[in-house]
């Protein structure tokens, strides 16, 4: 069974640049999350997104945001980018259904913003 | 609300010794309480979970944990480590819906665990 992928591995971009960061599940699952991982600040929830919709944000500004596709991959962008969002961005996906609870990770996007 | 309070940002131990990573929760519900690992450049690992049904919990590589409701912790043991233990530790609550359907996942800040030969 392949894991959660996200591409790409590392970002480069400049502040006030846009970044679009790309995750896909496990197949079956139907829900994405994405998490910012930066340093000194642990592992916050950015987004949640089943079935298409997004169902639920952590605090953070909107020019955060994202969308899930048919197929269930997400895409998670960020806009006039500034220094502090250089962090690493987590993708995890979860099948809802069938009692299994748990969140599966990829390997993550590392964003740096100059 | 959730919270999650990992009591050592660094634990050092020498090889073929016991582990302890102590994490202690907050929540307003029954929580789903889990420990992930992150390996250096990696993503990270579910090592193991509790969901309200046996208070210890078995997971990979010889980890376990047990729940205590009335100190409201979920510390994380190993008895003998190994150097490839060696990695980043989080406690993660969840207590909307199992596995953080509303709210995602409450991460503790992480322990450090250093593996000394």
């Known amino acids: 069974e392949a894991g959660v992928t996200q591409s790409p591995t590392h970002l480069i971009k400049t502040r006030g640049q846009q970044a679009t960061l790309r995750c896909s599940p496990i197949?079956?699952?139907?829900?994405v999350y994405w998490y910012q991982q930066a340093l000194g600040l642990g592992l916050q929830f950015l987004l949640w997104?089943?079935?298409?919709?997004?169902?639920n944000r952590g605090n953070f500004p909107p020019r955060f945001s994202g969308r899930q596709f048919p197929n269930y991959s997400s895409e998670l962008n960020v806009n006039a980018l500034e220094l502090e969002d250089s962090a690493l961005y987590l993708c995890?996906?979860?099948?809802?259904?069938?009692?299994?609870?748990?969140?599966?990770f990829g390997p993550g996007t590392r964003l740096t913003v100059l | 609300a959730q919270s999650v309070t990992q009591l050592d940002s660094h634990v050092s131990v020498s090889e073929g010794t016991p582990v302890l990573l102590r994490c202690n929760y907050s929540s307003s519900y029954s929580p789903s309480l889990f420990w992930y690992v992150q390996h250096p450049n990696k993503g990270l690992q579910l090592l193991l979970k509790y969901t309200s049904a046996a208070t210890l919990v078995k997971g990979i590589n010889g980890f376990e944990a047990e729940f205590k409701k009335s100190e409201t912790s979920f510390h994380l043991t190993k008895p003998s480590a190994h150097m490839s233990d060696a990695a980043e530790y989080f406690c993660?609550?969840?207590?909307?819906?199992?596995?953080?359907?509303?709210?995602?996942?409450?991460f503790g800040k992480g322990t450090h665990l250093i593996i000394q030969p």
């Open positions: 197949s079956g699952h139907t829900s």
């Open positions: 997104y089943d079935e298409g919709e997004e169902r």
């Open positions: 995890a996906s979860r099948q809802l259904a069938g009692g299994r609870n748990e969140q599966f």
């Open positions: 993660v609550v969840s207590d909307r819906w199992p596995g953080g359907g509303a709210d995602g996942l409450t």
